[in-house]
């Protein structure tokens, strides 16, 4: 509820255009969506615990934020996070509704307040209604909170249950499965509804023409000052904490210059040391899983986008099954499936491999990189493969020369938000890796559960940088790729015309643009 106020408060706000800065506030409604919940979650109990930061910069006595450490504190911090859910939403939903319902009732005299609530909001509900959908499965789901405010405020919540249910010696395998069944039926409950909901009436909004709204009114520092403020206790308040105190030797001691120090980034960046272990068997995984399953979600995408019959729509479900799957359901799956004793005489006990974290990984990955690849395919013209095959070219040579070329940009966003998202994956991390070798987001954890939030931050904030420089690294390759494809094709042109005039074609069967272009070529080769 209060994500669905916020997010919609927000979608409006930037919509109308009644904001300074709306690319700047849409960059950091994007920060907060992919930033990892367990790290904005990690960031508020440094900042509001018992001597946390607040406390010692504001002089605050103990347990003046211990109301944080309550449901009402966790529903608030789980809010300020998931509400780019219903942003996004809202803001398709405002994009397709226009200005006429809205003026329309300004001519019978309506007000802005009676037009919102009688009109706007309720031809929002379907959008309104499918975020806060989202939003409700998100954090039914997360683990990312759970991890990190169950230890300190004692909340009962499904998914640490979960975890703690596999933790035990012997694993409670009736427990998890039960509770994994409940987690489920819950989200399932829940797109049922949002379904029913809808089916009782019409919110039709889109005609044949749509006039983009042009507000009239002019951008205030109010406003702009609510967002912004909004933004910065969504994002950089639990990210300040963090760090804050990757500078600090003790951060128990408080803020002063003798407790700042650089060790914590310099032991981080040891080579050798656990820490730069972790972050190289996650960049390894990350990197590996990205292109294995970009480079199956092309294959998956294309035979459901031009496939028919029964199996097609079977492999669309079976592909899209794990978007309703959490993270926490998906890796107690894999430690039932790959931890039997009946796989021992195979060799197929995979449990406790590296290989096993890899194949999640894969599992988690595919179905947003399937929907990602349907709708570049979709966008292809089947003409332009018929072609192809009719000049004789074999499936191989269709992937390679026509479909992989045109969604090679497409492929590469794939690339990075699977990268980017498996770097900081904690769920399926922390139950399926092998004993010993933890990966990056699993050494960030153990650092906070061990009370080393010094060492804990310094690795989140170099995990963070390390994205951002590998993002600016491939927008620059990508760059250079497209110089070098542009400066290869014009070359090939160069040649192809030419062999065209030492053949002797004559200019005149071609346009005029084209006989000029030979002319000049000529004279250029």
């Not at 946390?52 to 103990?62: K, R, T, W």
């Not at 092309?298 to 799957?325: C, E, N, P």
Request: charged share 10%; proline share 4%; hydrophobic share 50%.
């Amino acid at each position: 509820m209060i994500s669905s106020i916020l997010g919609t408060f927000l979608a409006v706000l930037v919509y109308r255009n009644q904001v300074h800065g709306v690319k700047l506030i849409a960059l950091l409604i994007w920060l907060v969506f992919f930033t990892p919940s367990y790290l904005i979650a990690e960031g508020w109990v440094l900042m509001m615990q018992r001597k946390g930061i607040l406390s010692e910069i504001f002089g605050i006595p103990l347990g003046g934020f211990d109301w944080f450490f309550t449901p009402a504190g966790l529903i608030l911090a789980m809010s300020f996070r998931i509400f780019p859910v219903i942003f996004f939403s809202v803001l398709t939903g405002l994009r397709g509704l226009g200005p006429d319902y809205e003026e329309a009732a300004r001519t019978v005299g309506a007000n802005s307040l009676s037009i919102w609530m009688k009109i706007n909001i309720p031809l929002l509900f379907p959008s309104i209604l499918a975020g806060a959908t989202i939003t409700f499965a998100e954090s039914v789901s997360d683990f990312g909170f759970a991890s990190a405010f169950v230890p300190n405020s004692h909340i009962p919540l499904l998914t640490y249950s979960i975890y703690k249910a596999l933790s035990l010696s012997p694993v409670d395998f009736s427990q998890v499965g039960a509770l994994s069944i409940v987690l489920i039926a819950i989200i399932a409950l829940a797109m049922w509804g949002q379904k029913w909901i809808l089916g009782k009436g019409s919110y039709s909004t889109v005609k044949n023409q749509i006039r983009p709204y042009r507000s009239t009114r002019k951008k205030t520092i109010a406003t702009s000052l609510v967002a912004y403020v909004f933004l910065f206790i969504a994002l950089a308040m639990p990210l300040s904490g963090i760090l804050i105190s990757s500078f600090m030797k003790n951060s128990a001691r408080g803020i002063h210059l003798a407790n700042l120090t650089l060790h914590n980034y310099a032991e981080a960046l040891k080579f050798g040391s656990a820490s730069y272990q972790a972050l190289l068997r996650s960049l390894l995984l990350g990197l590996g899983t990205a292109i294995v399953a970009s480079l199956l979600a092309i294959g998956l995408a294309f035979v459901i986008q031009r496939g028919q019959g029964f199996s097609t729509k079977v492999l669309y479900v079976l592909t899209m099954s794990t978007l309703a799957i959490p993270g926490i359901v998906l890796a107690a799956g894999y430690v039932f499936s790959w931890n039997a004793p009946y796989l021992v005489p195979f060799h197929l006990n995979l449990y406790g491999t590296m290989f096993c974290v890899f194949l999640a990984y894969i599992a988690g990955s595919l179905p947003n990189a399937i929907r990602l690849q349907i709708a570049a395919i979709t966008q292809i013209s089947p003409s332009l493969l018929s072609a192809g095959q009719v000049s004789g070219a074999g499936l191989f040579t269709l992937f390679r020369k026509i479909l992989f070329p045109l969604v090679s940009g497409t492929v590469s966003a794939t690339l990075y938000l699977i990268f980017s998202h498996l770097i900081f994956e904690l769920p399926v991390s922390e139950l399926l890796y092998p004993p010993g070798r933890p990966v990056f987001p699993v050494q960030i954890i153990h650092f906070y559960n061990d009370l080393q939030v010094e060492k804990g931050a310094a690795l989140t904030i170099l995990g963070v940088v390390l994205v951002l420089l590998i993002y600016g690294a491939g927008q620059q390759l990508a760059l250079v790729y497209k110089n070098v494809k542009r400066s290869y094709s014009d070359r090939m042109m160069r040649e192809l015309l030419n062999k065209r005039i030492n053949r002797g074609y004559a200019t005149d069967s071609l346009s005029g643009s084209a006989a000029i272009h030979l002319d000049v070529e000529r004279q250029v080769l």
